[in-house]
């Protein structure tokens, strides 16, 4: 996508959800908006995830005041004042972003009803809260698989400085990781990036959204992924008590198995509501992970070994 069409896009998300027609938006909206990263525009084209944000913030912001933390360009700020919440405090540091924010929110912002703070969430402090800390925290920080974001870091340090207490709704408020074992002889043929010990999938460059080659490349083969197993849970994460396993170990019986799919569930608890990436689809921002197995394991039962860290997982061994 070249910046004349990143433009008409966004010129379109926001005639379609916040009603300001295109021929409005000033040249400084499209100098911002082409320097917007390409995963950002992704992410707003991705029609289920901006459903189910909708659907998980509308019964719980009336009223209330909101953090969103790693705003962006302000969606999630948007659609918590579109239901009813007080006032909106956004955080984000991309400076952007923050460009195309004050845009899109410029009433909000002049109303009092929002407030951007350019910072990193990870050293916010209460006394930045002006009219109370918030009784609602919505948040996309998910990531590489979940964890490449800074997710647990940030609700961290919100507890430790107070601003997150037991009272506050967190939306959504856990996370879950699982492994399928699948199979795709194409793709075995041309060759993935293998896995090596102690090597961080992050890194790996076979996780979709690192680069959108690879999720391209990926999508475009959907049809020749077979599923090899059944789906092993790595971890399950409350974003309230922040607990990680340090080592896990699964165990994988598939006699046809070229590739391990790590993939994520979240969830608002108090709703019930799930968004889940476990079906990857051409338009769909959150990819997921294809673990390429060593060629000496293939046809053979195996275990691995994850090292679980707040900021990413990591394969410890094959065996």
Same mark, same amino acid.
């Given at each position: 996508?070249?910046?004349?069409?990143?433009?008409?896009?966004?010129?379109?998300?926001?005639?379609?959800?916040?009603?300001?027609?295109?021929?409005?938006?000033?040249?400084?909206?499209?100098?911002?908006?082409?320097?917007?990263?390409?995963?950002?525009?992704?992410? $707003?084209?991705?029609?289920?995830?901006? =459903?189910?944000?909708? %659907? @998980?913030?509308?019964?719980?912001?009336? +009223?209330? *005041?909101?953090?969103?933390?790693?705003?962006?360009?302000?969606?999630?700020?948007?659609?918590?004042?579109?239901?009813?919440?007080?006032?909106?405090?956004?955080?984000?540091?991309?400076?952007?972003?923050?460009?195309?924010?004050?845009?899109?929110?410029?009433?909000?912002?002049?109303?009092?009803?929002?407030?951007?703070?350019?910072?990193?969430?990870?050293? $916010?402090?209460?006394?930045?809260?002006? =009219?109370?800390?918030? %009784? @609602?925290?919505?948040?996309?920080?998910? +990531?590489? *698989?979940?964890?490449?974001?800074?997710?647990?870091?940030?609700?961290?340090?919100?507890?430790?400085?107070?601003?997150?207490?037991?009272?506050?709704?967190?939306?959504?408020?856990?996370?879950?990781?699982?492994?399928?074992?699948?199979?795709?002889?194409?793709?075995?043929?041309?060759?993935?990036?293998?896995?090596?010990?102690?090597?961080?999938?992050?890194?790996?460059?076979?996780?979709?959204?690192?680069?959108?080659?690879?999720?391209?490349?990926?999508?475009?083969?959907?049809?020749?992924?077979?599923?090899?197993?059944?789906?092993?849970?790595?971890?399950?994460?409350?974003?309230?008590?922040?607990?990680?396993?340090?080592?896990?170990?699964?165990?994988?019986?598939?006699?046809?198995?070229?590739?391990?799919?790590?993939?994520?569930?979240?969830?608002?608890?108090?709703?019930?509501?799930?968004?889940?990436?476990?079906?990857?689809?051409?338009?769909?921002?959150?990819?997921?992970?294809?673990?390429?197995?060593?060629?000496?394991?293939?046809?053979?039962?195996?275990?691995?070994?994850?090292?679980?860290?707040?900021?990413?997982?990591?394969?410890?061994?094959?065996?």
């Amino acid at each position: 996508m070249d910046n004349e069409e990143n433009n008409e896009f966004i010129a379109s998300v926001i005639d379609q959800s916040l009603g300001l027609p295109p021929e409005e938006l000033p040249p400084v909206f499209h100098r911002a908006a082409q320097s917007l990263p390409r995963w950002h525009l992704l992410m $707003l084209q991705d029609r289920r995830r901006m =459903e189910y944000y909708s %659907d @998980v913030i509308r019964p719980k912001v009336e +009223g209330k *005041i909101v953090l969103d933390v790693g705003t962006g360009s302000g969606i999630l700020s948007h659609l918590a004042l579109k239901w009813g919440a007080k006032k909106v405090y956004s955080i984000e540091q991309n400076p952007a972003l923050q460009a195309v924010y004050r845009h899109l929110m410029k009433i909000p912002l002049k109303n009092g009803k929002a407030e951007l703070i350019c910072d990193d969430a990870q050293f $916010l402090r209460l006394e930045q809260f002006h =009219e109370g800390p918030p %009784d @609602v925290v919505v948040h996309e920080l998910f +990531g590489s *698989i979940g964890m490449g974001e800074n997710l647990i870091p940030i609700f961290r340090a919100l507890s430790s400085e107070g601003i997150l207490t037991h009272k506050t709704d967190i939306v959504p408020d856990c996370l879950e990781v699982l492994v399928r074992p699948v199979w795709s002889e194409l793709i075995a043929k041309e060759g993935v990036v293998p896995a090596f010990d102690d090597y961080p999938l992050d890194a790996m460059n076979v996780f979709g959204c690192q680069t959108f080659w690879e999720q391209d490349y990926l999508a475009s083969r959907a049809s020749n992924w077979q599923m090899a197993g059944d789906s092993q849970r790595l971890f399950k994460c409350n974003l309230r008590d922040l607990n990680l396993p340090d080592l896990v170990e699964l165990s994988f019986k598939a006699s046809h198995c070229s590739h391990l799919k790590l993939w994520m569930k979240i969830e608002d608890t108090k709703t019930g509501l799930i968004h889940a990436n476990d079906h990857q689809e051409v338009d769909t921002h959150w990819a997921n992970a294809f673990l390429s197995i060593p060629n000496w394991l293939r046809g053979k039962d195996f275990k691995v070994e994850f090292k679980i860290y707040p900021n990413n997982i990591q394969v410890h061994r094959f065996f």
